[in-house]
Protein backbone atom coordinates (compact mmCIF):
# COMPACT_ATOMS: atom_id res chain seq x y z
CA UNK A 1 0.00 0.00 0.00
CA UNK A 2 1.27 3.34 -0.89
CA UNK A 3 1.24 5.97 1.25
CA UNK A 4 0.12 9.55 0.38
CA UNK A 5 -2.20 12.38 1.59
CA UNK A 6 -4.83 11.46 -0.73
CA UNK A 7 -4.32 7.37 0.30
CA UNK A 8 -5.48 8.03 3.88
CA UNK A 9 -7.94 10.64 2.65
CA UNK A 10 -9.30 8.06 0.52
CA UNK A 11 -9.25 5.40 3.03
CA UNK A 12 -11.63 7.10 5.62
CA UNK A 13 -13.91 7.62 2.81
CA UNK A 14 -13.80 3.48 2.16
CA UNK A 15 -13.96 2.93 5.69
CA UNK A 16 -10.05 2.51 5.91
CA UNK A 17 -10.11 4.95 8.47
CA UNK A 18 -13.82 4.39 9.70
CA UNK A 19 -13.94 4.13 13.68
CA UNK A 20 -16.66 2.01 13.01
CA UNK A 21 -15.41 -0.53 10.93
CA UNK A 22 -13.73 -2.02 13.47
CA UNK A 23 -13.13 -1.73 17.38
CA UNK A 24 -10.68 0.79 18.90
CA UNK A 25 -7.22 -1.22 19.21
CA UNK A 26 -5.04 -0.59 22.20
CA UNK A 27 -1.68 1.20 21.62
CA UNK A 28 -0.39 4.12 22.22
CA UNK A 29 1.43 7.04 19.55
CA UNK A 30 4.88 7.71 20.73
CA UNK A 31 8.16 9.35 19.17
CA UNK A 32 10.70 11.44 19.40
CA UNK A 33 9.71 14.48 21.58
CA UNK A 34 8.76 16.77 19.85
CA UNK A 35 7.26 19.37 22.56
CA UNK A 36 10.99 19.35 23.66
CA UNK A 37 12.48 19.87 20.41
CA UNK A 38 9.85 22.73 19.44
CA UNK A 39 11.10 24.58 22.72
CA UNK A 40 14.48 24.55 21.71
CA UNK A 41 13.31 26.05 18.41
CA UNK A 42 10.96 28.79 19.83
CA UNK A 43 13.45 29.44 23.00
CA UNK A 44 12.41 31.52 25.66
CA UNK A 45 14.19 29.82 28.29
CA UNK A 46 15.08 30.82 31.90
CA UNK A 47 18.15 31.90 32.56
CA UNK A 48 20.85 30.16 34.30
CA UNK A 49 19.83 29.59 38.10
CA UNK A 50 22.84 27.14 39.05
CA UNK A 51 26.88 26.93 37.68
CA UNK A 52 28.44 23.57 37.60
CA UNK A 53 32.21 22.64 35.97
CA UNK A 54 33.39 19.44 34.44
CA UNK A 55 36.69 19.20 31.77
CA UNK A 56 33.77 17.82 28.81
CA UNK A 57 30.33 18.44 28.13
CA UNK A 58 28.75 15.77 25.69
CA UNK A 59 25.43 17.09 23.63
CA UNK A 60 23.67 14.00 22.99
CA UNK A 61 23.04 10.59 24.02
CA UNK A 62 22.62 8.41 21.14
CA UNK A 63 25.37 6.29 19.45
CA UNK A 64 28.27 8.76 19.10
CA UNK A 65 27.57 10.71 22.64
CA UNK A 66 27.56 7.24 24.25
CA UNK A 67 31.05 6.28 21.93
CA UNK A 68 32.16 9.49 23.02
CA UNK A 69 31.51 8.72 26.74
CA UNK A 70 33.44 5.62 26.87
CA UNK A 71 36.56 7.06 25.08
CA UNK A 72 36.57 10.04 27.82
CA UNK A 73 36.04 7.19 31.01
CA UNK A 74 38.87 5.07 29.74
CA UNK A 75 41.04 8.35 29.45
CA UNK A 76 39.92 8.92 32.85
CA UNK A 77 38.94 12.42 31.86
CA UNK A 78 35.82 14.42 33.83
CA UNK A 79 32.28 14.50 31.62
CA UNK A 80 28.75 15.16 31.72
CA UNK A 81 26.34 13.87 28.99
CA UNK A 82 23.40 16.12 28.31
CA UNK A 83 20.34 14.29 27.18
CA UNK A 84 17.11 15.52 25.85
CA UNK A 85 14.94 13.00 26.36
CA UNK A 86 13.99 10.81 29.37
CA UNK A 87 16.32 8.30 28.20
CA UNK A 88 19.63 7.81 26.09
CA UNK A 89 20.18 5.82 22.92
CA UNK A 90 18.84 8.12 20.03
CA UNK A 91 17.32 5.99 17.29
CA UNK A 92 18.63 2.61 18.56
CA UNK A 93 16.33 2.90 21.65
CA UNK A 94 13.90 0.18 22.50
CA UNK A 95 10.71 -0.73 24.46
CA UNK A 96 8.98 -3.75 25.89
CA UNK A 97 5.72 -5.08 26.80
CA UNK A 98 4.36 -8.00 28.66
CA UNK A 99 5.15 -10.13 25.83
CA UNK A 100 8.67 -9.01 24.40
CA UNK A 101 11.01 -6.68 24.89
CA UNK A 102 10.69 -4.69 20.50
CA UNK A 103 13.14 -2.16 19.23
CA UNK A 104 12.00 1.55 18.15
CA UNK A 105 14.12 1.78 15.21
CA UNK A 106 17.38 0.22 14.52
CA UNK A 107 17.66 -3.35 14.83
CA UNK A 108 20.77 -4.97 13.95
CA UNK A 109 24.31 -4.31 13.71
CA UNK A 110 26.42 -6.46 10.72
CA UNK A 111 29.38 -8.10 11.50
CA UNK A 112 31.87 -5.62 11.12
CA UNK A 113 34.68 -5.25 8.86
CA UNK A 114 38.20 -5.69 9.64
CA UNK A 115 38.93 -2.41 9.24
CA UNK A 116 35.80 -1.05 11.78
CA UNK A 117 38.19 -1.70 14.65
CA UNK A 118 36.45 0.23 17.38
CA UNK A 119 33.15 -1.60 16.63
CA UNK A 120 35.32 -4.61 17.14
CA UNK A 121 36.97 -3.69 20.73
CA UNK A 122 33.36 -2.24 21.95
CA UNK A 123 31.83 -5.87 20.89
CA UNK A 124 34.99 -7.46 22.66
CA UNK A 125 33.69 -5.30 25.79
CA UNK A 126 30.26 -6.21 25.59
CA UNK A 127 31.23 -9.93 25.47
CA UNK A 128 29.58 -10.10 22.25
CA UNK A 129 32.79 -11.29 20.65
CA UNK A 130 34.02 -13.87 22.58
CA UNK A 131 37.54 -14.55 21.43
CA UNK A 132 39.19 -14.92 17.81
CA UNK A 133 40.73 -17.98 15.64
CA UNK A 134 42.66 -17.20 12.59
CA UNK A 135 43.31 -13.47 13.05
CA UNK A 136 38.99 -13.71 12.93
CA UNK A 137 36.63 -12.97 15.84
CA UNK A 138 34.50 -15.27 17.50
CA UNK A 139 30.97 -14.32 18.18
CA UNK A 140 28.50 -15.30 20.78
CA UNK A 141 26.00 -17.51 18.99
CA UNK A 142 23.03 -16.39 20.77
CA UNK A 143 23.95 -12.76 19.61
CA UNK A 144 23.73 -13.69 15.90
CA UNK A 145 20.34 -13.60 13.93
CA UNK A 146 19.31 -17.24 14.10
CA UNK A 147 18.54 -19.14 11.10
CA UNK A 148 16.43 -18.75 8.61
CA UNK A 149 17.18 -14.81 8.53
CA UNK A 150 15.11 -13.20 5.42
CA UNK A 151 11.99 -14.15 3.68
CA UNK A 152 9.82 -12.27 0.62
CA UNK A 153 6.36 -12.53 -0.12
CA UNK A 154 6.14 -12.67 -3.69
CA UNK A 155 3.43 -14.06 -6.48
CA UNK A 156 1.46 -15.31 -3.21
CA UNK A 157 4.07 -17.46 -1.59
CA UNK A 158 6.78 -16.75 0.71
CA UNK A 159 10.37 -17.80 -0.38
CA UNK A 160 13.63 -18.13 1.51
CA UNK A 161 16.09 -14.39 0.56
CA UNK A 162 15.02 -10.93 -0.22
CA UNK A 163 16.33 -11.47 -3.53
CA UNK A 164 13.31 -12.45 -6.24
CA UNK A 165 14.18 -16.26 -7.67
CA UNK A 166 11.30 -17.62 -9.23
CA UNK A 167 8.91 -16.25 -12.57
CA UNK A 168 12.44 -14.46 -13.96
CA UNK A 169 12.58 -13.14 -17.52
CA UNK A 170 16.02 -13.38 -19.51
CA UNK A 171 16.10 -9.20 -19.01
CA UNK A 172 15.50 -9.91 -15.23
CA UNK A 173 18.26 -12.88 -15.04
CA UNK A 174 21.10 -10.94 -17.45
CA UNK A 175 20.61 -7.54 -15.36
CA UNK A 176 21.08 -8.86 -11.79
CA UNK A 177 23.93 -11.32 -12.95
CA UNK A 178 25.46 -8.23 -13.98
CA UNK A 179 24.61 -5.91 -11.09
CA UNK A 180 25.92 -8.17 -8.58
CA UNK A 181 29.32 -9.28 -10.86
CA UNK A 182 29.75 -5.53 -10.65
CA UNK A 183 29.05 -5.03 -6.79
CA UNK A 184 31.29 -7.98 -5.99
CA UNK A 185 33.97 -6.45 -8.46
CA UNK A 186 33.34 -3.29 -5.99
CA UNK A 187 33.88 -4.93 -2.70
CA UNK A 188 36.63 -6.68 -3.85
CA UNK A 189 38.50 -3.47 -4.95
CA UNK A 190 41.36 -1.90 -3.86
CA UNK A 191 43.39 1.05 -3.94
CA UNK A 192 46.22 1.79 -2.13
CA UNK A 193 44.96 -0.81 0.50
CA UNK A 194 42.05 0.84 1.17
CA UNK A 195 38.58 -0.65 0.05
CA UNK A 196 36.60 0.75 -2.45
CA UNK A 197 33.84 1.18 0.03
CA UNK A 198 34.69 1.15 3.83
CA UNK A 199 32.80 1.30 7.21
CA UNK A 200 33.69 4.00 8.41
CA UNK A 201 33.15 5.05 5.08
CA UNK A 202 36.45 8.00 6.40
CA UNK A 203 39.04 4.50 5.05
CA UNK A 204 37.46 4.37 1.96
CA UNK A 205 39.16 5.02 -1.69
CA UNK A 206 39.56 8.38 -2.57
CA UNK A 207 39.96 7.29 -6.20
CA UNK A 208 38.37 10.25 -8.74
CA UNK A 209 35.71 7.34 -10.62
CA UNK A 210 34.86 6.09 -7.60
CA UNK A 211 33.80 9.95 -5.29
CA UNK A 212 32.00 10.67 -8.94
CA UNK A 213 29.18 8.20 -8.46
CA UNK A 214 28.50 10.60 -5.57
CA UNK A 215 27.34 13.18 -7.73
CA UNK A 216 25.00 11.12 -9.64
CA UNK A 217 21.92 9.50 -8.34
CA UNK A 218 21.13 5.66 -8.16
CA UNK A 219 18.58 5.52 -10.71
CA UNK A 220 20.91 7.55 -13.26
CA UNK A 221 23.58 4.94 -12.61
CA UNK A 222 21.72 2.36 -13.04
CA UNK A 223 20.26 3.63 -16.45
CA UNK A 224 24.03 4.54 -17.77
CA UNK A 225 24.59 0.45 -17.18
CA UNK A 226 21.63 0.02 -19.28
CA UNK A 227 19.52 -2.01 -16.35
CA UNK A 228 16.30 -1.77 -16.41
CA UNK A 229 14.78 -5.11 -14.78
CA UNK A 230 11.98 -4.12 -13.04
CA UNK A 231 13.00 -6.79 -10.53
CA UNK A 232 16.30 -5.39 -9.95
CA UNK A 233 14.89 -1.93 -9.66
CA UNK A 234 12.47 -3.48 -7.11
CA UNK A 235 15.13 -4.96 -4.99
CA UNK A 236 17.70 -1.53 -5.01
CA UNK A 237 14.58 0.54 -4.04
CA UNK A 238 14.15 -1.31 -1.17
CA UNK A 239 17.73 -1.25 -0.16
CA UNK A 240 17.43 2.47 -0.50
CA UNK A 241 14.39 2.73 1.91
CA UNK A 242 16.03 0.14 4.15
CA UNK A 243 19.17 1.85 4.58
CA UNK A 244 18.61 5.90 4.19
CA UNK A 245 14.54 5.95 4.19
CA UNK A 246 14.91 7.52 0.28
CA UNK A 247 13.75 6.86 -3.34
CA UNK A 248 16.71 5.40 -5.22
CA UNK A 249 16.86 8.43 -7.82
CA UNK A 250 17.52 10.61 -4.68
CA UNK A 251 20.08 8.40 -2.95
CA UNK A 252 23.55 9.16 -4.44
CA UNK A 253 25.17 6.12 -6.57
CA UNK A 254 28.11 5.57 -4.29
CA UNK A 255 25.88 5.45 -1.34
CA UNK A 256 23.56 2.68 -3.40
CA UNK A 257 26.67 0.76 -4.21
CA UNK A 258 28.02 1.23 -0.72
CA UNK A 259 24.45 -0.83 0.78
CA UNK A 260 26.10 -3.57 -1.52
CA UNK A 261 29.57 -3.48 -1.73
CA UNK A 262 30.49 -2.04 1.98
CA UNK A 263 29.86 -4.61 3.99
CA UNK A 264 32.60 -7.45 4.09
CA UNK A 265 32.07 -8.83 7.56
CA UNK A 266 35.09 -10.61 9.03
CA UNK A 267 34.24 -13.92 11.32
CA UNK A 268 35.67 -16.85 12.42
CA UNK A 269 32.56 -19.23 13.21
CA UNK A 270 29.76 -17.73 11.65
CA UNK A 271 29.12 -16.48 7.97
CA UNK A 272 30.02 -12.73 7.54
CA UNK A 273 27.30 -11.77 6.20
CA UNK A 274 24.94 -12.45 8.68
CA UNK A 275 23.62 -9.85 11.71
CA UNK A 276 23.89 -9.57 15.30
CA UNK A 277 20.38 -8.88 16.68
CA UNK A 278 18.32 -8.69 20.05
CA UNK A 279 14.61 -8.87 21.19
CA UNK A 280 14.86 -4.74 21.56
CA UNK A 281 17.77 -4.15 18.74
CA UNK A 282 20.64 -2.14 19.32
CA UNK A 283 18.38 -0.86 22.49
CA UNK A 284 20.68 -4.06 23.55
CA UNK A 285 24.09 -2.29 22.79
CA UNK A 286 22.96 1.36 23.84
CA UNK A 287 21.71 0.25 27.30
CA UNK A 288 25.00 -1.65 27.68
CA UNK A 289 27.35 1.51 26.77
CA UNK A 290 24.70 3.78 28.91
CA UNK A 291 25.21 1.14 31.97
CA UNK A 292 28.76 2.22 32.19
CA UNK A 293 28.63 5.43 32.23
CA UNK A 294 25.30 6.38 34.24
CA UNK A 295 26.95 8.43 36.80
CA UNK A 296 27.83 11.30 34.42
CA UNK A 297 24.16 10.97 32.18
CA UNK A 298 21.76 13.69 33.25
CA UNK A 299 18.51 13.07 30.69
CA UNK A 300 15.45 15.16 30.53
CA UNK A 301 17.87 17.89 29.39
CA UNK A 302 17.02 20.69 26.80
CA UNK A 303 20.97 22.24 25.82
CA UNK A 304 19.69 25.65 24.57
CA UNK A 305 22.92 27.45 23.92
CA UNK A 306 27.06 26.24 23.84
CA UNK A 307 29.44 28.97 23.37
CA UNK A 308 32.94 29.59 23.94
CA UNK A 309 34.28 31.45 27.01
CA UNK A 310 38.04 32.29 27.05
CA UNK A 311 40.22 29.02 26.02
CA UNK A 312 36.77 26.88 27.31
CA UNK A 313 32.95 26.78 26.63
CA UNK A 314 30.05 27.37 28.14
CA UNK A 315 26.87 24.91 27.94
CA UNK A 316 23.16 26.04 29.32
CA UNK A 317 20.36 23.33 29.59
CA UNK A 318 16.98 23.35 31.27
CA UNK A 319 16.32 20.56 33.21
CA UNK A 320 12.12 19.74 32.40
CA UNK A 321 11.57 18.01 35.44
CA UNK A 322 12.46 21.01 37.83
CA UNK A 323 11.69 24.05 35.28
CA UNK A 324 15.53 25.61 36.11
CA UNK A 325 18.34 26.36 33.73
CA UNK A 326 22.08 24.99 34.48
CA UNK A 327 25.76 26.97 33.09
CA UNK A 328 28.02 24.20 32.47
CA UNK A 329 31.88 25.68 32.63
CA UNK A 330 33.74 22.90 30.41
CA UNK A 331 37.29 22.83 28.88
CA UNK A 332 35.69 21.55 25.85
CA UNK A 333 32.22 20.65 24.35
CA UNK A 334 31.02 17.24 22.08
CA UNK A 335 27.94 18.10 20.01
CA UNK A 336 27.02 14.63 19.03
CA UNK A 337 23.42 16.02 17.99
CA UNK A 338 22.27 15.72 14.33
CA UNK A 339 23.39 19.20 12.50
CA UNK A 340 20.28 20.45 12.33
CA UNK A 341 20.15 20.71 16.36
CA UNK A 342 23.60 22.07 16.50
CA UNK A 343 22.90 24.68 14.29
CA UNK A 344 20.47 25.90 16.81
CA UNK A 345 23.07 25.43 19.64
CA UNK A 346 26.12 27.05 18.54
CA UNK A 347 26.29 30.17 16.41
CA UNK A 348 28.00 30.40 12.93
CA UNK A 349 26.89 26.34 12.70
CA UNK A 350 24.99 26.05 9.22
CA UNK A 351 23.44 22.79 8.81
CA UNK A 352 22.40 23.78 5.06
CA UNK A 353 22.38 20.79 2.82
CA UNK A 354 21.39 18.06 5.51
CA UNK A 355 18.23 16.65 4.77
CA UNK A 356 16.83 14.10 7.17
CA UNK A 357 14.29 11.11 6.45
CA UNK A 358 11.27 10.45 8.25
CA UNK A 359 10.23 7.37 9.13
CA UNK A 360 6.83 5.71 10.94
CA UNK A 361 7.84 2.46 13.42
CA UNK A 362 5.15 0.19 14.65
CA UNK A 363 5.35 -2.58 16.90
CA UNK A 364 2.40 -4.94 16.83
CA UNK A 365 1.42 -7.58 19.76
CA UNK A 366 0.11 -10.70 18.15
CA UNK A 367 -1.36 -13.50 20.03
CA UNK A 368 0.65 -16.16 17.60
CA UNK A 369 3.08 -16.17 14.77
CA UNK A 370 2.47 -15.22 11.74
CA UNK A 371 2.75 -17.82 8.71
CA UNK A 372 2.09 -18.35 5.09
CA UNK A 373 2.37 -20.26 2.18
CA UNK A 374 5.68 -21.39 1.26
CA UNK A 375 9.03 -20.42 3.40
CA UNK A 376 8.56 -20.80 7.14
CA UNK A 377 8.97 -17.48 8.97
CA UNK A 378 11.92 -15.43 9.38
CA UNK A 379 13.55 -13.00 11.37
CA UNK A 380 12.74 -10.22 8.50
CA UNK A 381 10.01 -10.58 6.36
CA UNK A 382 9.32 -8.53 3.27
CA UNK A 383 6.63 -8.28 0.87
CA UNK A 384 7.32 -7.32 -2.50
CA UNK A 385 3.93 -5.48 -3.04
CA UNK A 386 3.95 -3.25 0.00
CA UNK A 387 5.37 0.03 0.29
CA UNK A 388 6.17 -1.08 3.97
CA UNK A 389 9.77 -2.55 4.76
CA UNK A 390 8.16 -5.25 6.23
CA UNK A 391 8.30 -6.88 10.22
CA UNK A 392 10.84 -8.28 12.10
CA UNK A 393 10.17 -11.10 14.91
CA UNK A 394 11.25 -9.56 18.25
CA UNK A 395 11.36 -13.35 19.78
CA UNK A 396 13.14 -15.10 16.84
CA UNK A 397 16.72 -15.49 18.78
CA UNK A 398 14.52 -17.22 21.75
CA UNK A 399 15.22 -20.48 22.65
CA UNK A 400 11.87 -21.34 22.79
CA UNK A 401 10.09 -23.76 20.15
CA UNK A 402 6.11 -23.56 21.47
CA UNK A 403 4.22 -20.95 19.12
CA UNK A 404 2.63 -18.01 21.09
CA UNK A 405 2.23 -14.42 21.55
CA UNK A 406 4.86 -12.30 19.93
CA UNK A 407 5.80 -8.49 18.74
CA UNK A 408 6.25 -7.80 15.30
CA UNK A 409 8.39 -4.25 14.72
CA UNK A 410 6.85 -3.14 11.59
CA UNK A 411 8.91 -0.65 9.51
CA UNK A 412 8.06 2.50 7.03
CA UNK A 413 10.02 5.09 5.10
CA UNK A 414 8.07 8.15 4.07
CA UNK A 415 9.45 8.14 1.04
CA UNK A 416 7.57 8.68 -1.73
CA UNK A 417 6.58 12.11 -0.65
CA UNK A 418 9.19 15.39 0.33
CA UNK A 419 10.95 15.19 3.74
CA UNK A 420 8.98 18.42 5.28
CA UNK A 421 5.42 17.21 3.57
CA UNK A 422 5.77 13.73 5.27
CA UNK A 423 6.64 15.15 8.79
CA UNK A 424 3.73 16.91 8.48
CA UNK A 425 1.19 14.05 7.22
CA UNK A 426 3.01 11.94 10.05
CA UNK A 427 1.98 14.32 12.97
CA UNK A 428 -1.69 14.96 11.54
CA UNK A 429 -2.56 11.25 11.64
CA UNK A 430 -4.18 10.10 15.00
CA UNK A 431 -3.55 7.03 16.81
CA UNK A 432 -6.12 5.27 15.41
CA UNK A 433 -5.37 6.28 11.94
CA UNK A 434 -1.95 4.68 11.64
CA UNK A 435 -3.31 1.35 13.59
CA UNK A 436 -5.70 0.68 10.76
CA UNK A 437 -3.16 1.39 8.25
CA UNK A 438 0.24 -0.69 10.02
CA UNK A 439 -3.03 -3.03 10.61
CA UNK A 440 -4.55 -3.16 7.03
CA UNK A 441 -0.83 -3.74 5.51
CA UNK A 442 0.15 -6.15 7.57
CA UNK A 443 -3.29 -8.27 7.07
CA UNK A 444 -2.41 -7.60 3.25
CA UNK A 445 0.91 -9.42 3.77
CA UNK A 446 0.10 -12.19 6.30
CA UNK A 447 -4.46 -12.52 5.98
CA UNK A 448 -3.59 -15.60 9.17
CA UNK A 449 -3.33 -12.83 11.23
CA UNK A 450 -7.02 -11.82 11.27
CA UNK A 451 -7.92 -11.67 14.79
CA UNK A 452 -4.44 -12.02 15.98
CA UNK A 453 -3.99 -8.49 16.49
CA UNK A 454 -3.76 -7.23 19.99
CA UNK A 455 -1.96 -4.35 20.11
CA UNK A 456 -0.49 -1.64 17.88
CA UNK A 457 2.11 0.92 19.35
CA UNK A 458 3.72 3.59 16.99
CA UNK A 459 6.64 5.80 17.36
CA UNK A 460 7.03 8.27 14.84
CA UNK A 461 10.79 9.48 13.89
CA UNK A 462 10.48 13.00 12.04
CA UNK A 463 14.37 12.91 11.17
CA UNK A 464 15.11 9.38 11.50
CA UNK A 465 17.92 9.25 9.61
CA UNK A 466 20.30 11.41 7.30
CA UNK A 467 19.35 11.42 3.24
CA UNK A 468 22.69 10.98 1.21
CA UNK A 469 21.69 12.50 -1.71
CA UNK A 470 23.50 12.74 -4.82
CA UNK A 471 26.29 14.99 -3.75
CA UNK A 472 26.21 14.89 0.13
CA UNK A 473 28.37 11.92 1.14
CA UNK A 474 31.52 13.67 -0.19
CA UNK A 475 30.67 17.41 -0.81
CA UNK A 476 31.33 20.31 0.80
CA UNK A 477 28.74 20.82 3.49
CA UNK A 478 29.22 17.06 5.15
CA UNK A 479 33.23 17.30 4.80
CA UNK A 480 33.36 21.12 6.34
CA UNK A 481 30.58 20.23 9.09
CA UNK A 482 32.71 17.65 10.31
CA UNK A 483 35.90 19.22 11.44
CA UNK A 484 36.42 20.29 14.71
CA UNK A 485 36.58 24.13 15.73
CA UNK A 486 38.37 23.55 19.17
CA UNK A 487 37.17 23.43 21.64
CA UNK A 488 33.90 22.60 19.93
CA UNK A 489 34.37 18.92 18.01
CA UNK A 490 31.42 17.04 16.36
CA UNK A 491 30.10 13.78 16.36
CA UNK A 492 27.02 12.44 14.26
CA UNK A 493 25.79 9.82 11.88
CA UNK A 494 24.82 12.55 9.73
CA UNK A 495 28.42 13.91 9.63
CA UNK A 496 29.10 10.31 7.25
CA UNK A 497 26.01 10.58 5.08
CA UNK A 498 24.95 7.63 6.18
CA UNK A 499 23.38 6.67 9.20
CA UNK A 500 24.31 3.64 10.77
CA UNK A 501 25.73 2.53 13.89
CA UNK A 502 29.38 1.63 13.13
CA UNK A 503 29.42 5.63 11.28
CA UNK A 504 28.05 7.18 14.85
CA UNK A 505 30.45 5.17 16.93
CA UNK A 506 33.48 5.77 14.79
CA UNK A 507 32.65 9.70 14.86
CA UNK A 508 31.51 10.02 18.79
CA UNK A 509 35.18 7.90 19.42
CA UNK A 510 37.19 10.74 17.10
CA UNK A 511 35.48 13.49 18.47
CA UNK A 512 36.47 12.50 22.18
CA UNK A 513 40.37 11.43 20.54
CA UNK A 514 40.03 15.25 19.28
CA UNK A 515 39.08 16.45 22.56
CA UNK A 516 41.86 14.62 24.79
CA UNK A 517 43.95 15.37 22.51
CA UNK A 518 43.04 19.44 22.59
CA UNK A 519 43.14 19.02 26.29
CA UNK A 520 46.54 17.60 26.44
CA UNK A 521 48.19 19.85 24.41
CA UNK A 522 45.30 22.39 23.23
CA UNK A 523 45.57 21.37 19.42
CA UNK A 524 42.95 18.77 18.30
Given at each position: ????R?T?????A?G?????AH???P??????????G????????P????E????V????G??????????LA??G???RLL??????G???RG?????????LG??????P??????V??????L?II??WQ??K?LFD?YQ??????ER?L??????E?LM?R??L????R?????F?A???A?R???????P??????????SA?????L?????T???D???W??P?L??HI??AC??D????????????G?????G??????D?????V???P??????????A?R??S??DT???V?R?AR???????????????H?????A?????A??RF??????E???????R???????N???????????F???WD???????S????V?N???LG??P??????WYM??SKM???????L????????W????R??L?????DL????R??????????M?????????????T????P?P??F?????L?????F??A????????????A???????
Amino acid sequence: MRLTRRTLIAGAAAGLLDGCAHPAMPGTLGGADMTRGHRLRDGGFPKPSEERRTDVVIVGGGVAGLSAAWALADAGIGFRLLELEDSTGGNARGGRNAVSAYPLGAHYLPIPNPEATRVIALLERLGIITGWQGGKPLFDPYQVVSDPEERLLRLGRWQEGLMPRVALDERDRHDLTAFFAAMKAFRDRRDDGKPAFAIPIALSSSAADLRALDRISMTEWLDRQGWRSPVLRAHIRYACRDDYGTEPDQVSAWAGIHYFAGRRGAAADVDGDLVLTWPDGNAHLTRAMAARVRSSIDTGRIVWRVAREGDGVVVDSYDVASGHSTRWHARAAILATPRFVTARLVEGVDATGFRYAPWVVANVTVDRPPGGPGFDLAWDNVSATSESLGYVVANHQSLGTAPGPTVLTWYMPLSKMAPASARRLMLERSLAEWQRFVRDDLLATNPDLDGAIRRIDVWRWGHAMIRPEPGFVWGEARTKAAEPRPPLFFAHSDLSGISIFEEAHHHGAVAAEQALAWLKGGRA
